[in-house]
């Protein structure tokens, strides 16, 4: 259900940047605030999150269900252009023209009376994450096709079918790239009596060059995979959906997940090649929504790593997070797996970080291999979780088993770190962030270096208006 927006006094310094519908802005050259763009530094990042949250007075009901908007920001000989413009989807634009909410969502129904409101699909929000093709960018969002749009100007071109998502099977917000071949591996779910995994694998392009699916137990959700070796690994959370109450539009998508730890998470291996089924098996209950990276150990076995939390509990806070305020407690930890791909038997966890952290990534040169670093958002140490976003940026080393640290200062929100990667030596690179600074409120782009994540940012860039807080992004060289 959608909720009156309440602002109050004691809103946390990061509620600003959510507190109004972001601006979109043109291509603009950034100003720099500190430091030098590196002359090496050329490519463009993108990132992607809901930037508005409400409309006509309206809050939705949870912060995925926000209409997406990317950020562009173009480096070239020590310079940087930004531009930053929502994804003009269909019912973006409807919402738009009517300047009310309509649609329903991941965390919403749709508005008005129970028979206005039968019948009616989700929208597409487009708001999760992308992924930079040669010739355009995806928009990615977990329920539908994704949208295409220019990678220099970001104007909207449409849904994108990929020469082969037909009956407009979803793709999800979490593909992966073999850095070598260039293949796209990715999945959908699609719901029935039982649920199905749509599974794809791509050239280089994005068009679709194989496509295979299985059938999971009930209706579960699954929001991200990895990519590990010869094989693609999925951990099925025990979470179950009641259809009906979503079907009728008398509960959202969100309301009708249970959590059943008793039904345990499943693991699911699967050949990369044939996109056939190799191993299932069930573990203890688990929620995840995040992978950092897998690779094939010398003993054929995978080993991979993801931001692990005990329960569900971290939903209930991502939808007080559209509010601007949370109260619910929910700290995801690094953890490394070993499983055998053939019997789909775990040979063990460890958990790595103690630290509240997510969204972990590794240079996209390593996607699929060995990689010793992984990079994160995480809590600074006086974070109190159930009230905080997190403050800081870090670099785990699987050697050493350390963790370096960024420290942007209080009140500074970072997003998902993503690795640039140096072309004349590709061992190193830079490690970019947006960061808003809920004191000045206003969003910067930083640059670290890679081996100095705890030194002074390379540069800090201004950028023309707030972006808020979002989800995922990529850096295309």
Not at 176 to 186: A, L
Not at 307 to 319: E, I, M, S
Not at 331 to 357: H, I, Y
Not at 360 to 376: K, M
């Amino acid at each position: 259900m959608t909720t009156t927006i309440d602002k109050q006094a004691t809103q946390p310094s990061w509620g600003k940047a959510i507190a109004k519908p972001a601006s979109e802005f043109p291509l603009t050259q950034l100003s720099t605030i500190s430091g030098k763009i590196p002359e090496n530094l050329k490519g463009s990042l993108y990132r992607n999150g809901p930037a508005r949250l409400e409309r006509g007075g309206m809050q939705v009901g949870h912060w995925f269900d926000g209409d997406g908007a990317i950020l562009a920001v173009h480096f070239a000989e020590g310079q940087a252009r930004a531009t930053y413009r929502y994804v003009q989807t269909e019912r973006y634009i409807e919402e738009e023209k009517a300047d009310k909410l309509i649609y329903g969502n991941y965390g919403m129904t749709a508005t008005g009376s129970w028979w206005q409101r039968f019948g009616k699909s989700s929208k597409n929000v487009a708001n999760t994450s992308v992924i930079a093709l040669p010739d355009k960018l995806l928009a990615l969002w977990e329920g539908g096709l994704p949208h295409a749009l220019n990678l220099e100007t970001l104007e909207t071109y449409g849904l994108e079918n990929l020469e082969g998502l037909e009956n407009h099977l979803p793709y999800s917000a979490h593909p992966k790239r073999d850095p070598q071949t260039g293949e796209i591996f990715n999945f959908g779910i699609s719901y029935g009596k039982n649920a199905t995994l749509n599974l794809y694998r791509s050239d280089r392009y994005g068009n679709l060059i194989k496509k295979n699916q299985t059938t999971l137990a009930g209706l579960p959700m699954i929001h991200d995979f990895v990519l590990a070796g010869d094989y693609l690994i999925f951990c099925v959370p025990p979470l179950r959906m009641n259809p009906l109450p979503v079907l009728l539009n008398l509960k959202s998508y969100s309301d009708s997940l249970a959590w059943k730890p008793e039904e345990g998470t499943e693991i699911l291996v699967f050949d990369r090649h044939s996109l056939e089924l190799v191993s299932r098996n069930v573990a203890e209950p688990w929620f995840q929504w995040h992978f950092g990276n897998g690779y094939s150990d010398r003993d054929g076995n995978l080993i991979f790593d993801l931001v692990r939390y005990p329960d569900f509990a971290t939903n209930q806070y991502l939808k007080e997070v559209a509010s601007g305020k949370t109260q619910t407690y929910a700290k995801g930890k690094l953890w490394q797996m070993c499983l055998n791909p053939q019997t789909g038997e775990f040979l063990e966890a460890s958990q790595l970080v103690d630290r509240g952290s997510e969204f972990p990534i590794v240079p996209p040169s390593q996607v699929g291999q060995n990689s010793r670093y992984t990079y994160l958002a995480i809590h600074r140490p006086d974070a109190v979780i159930n009230h905080d976003l997190f403050g800081a940026i870090a670099r785990y080393d699987k050697q050493t088993d350390t963790l370096t640290e960024a420290d942007l200062g209080t009140n500074r929100y970072p997003m998902e770190p993503l690795f640039a990667s140096n072309p004349v030596n590709p061992d190193s690179g830079w490690v970019i962030t947006v960061v808003f600074d809920g004191d000045r409120e206003s969003s910067e782009v930083w640059v670290f270096d890679s081996d100095r994540l705890d030194s002074e940012p390379v540069c800090r860039l201004g950028l023309p208006s707030v972006v808020p807080m979002g989800f995922h992004g990529t850096w295309k060289g």
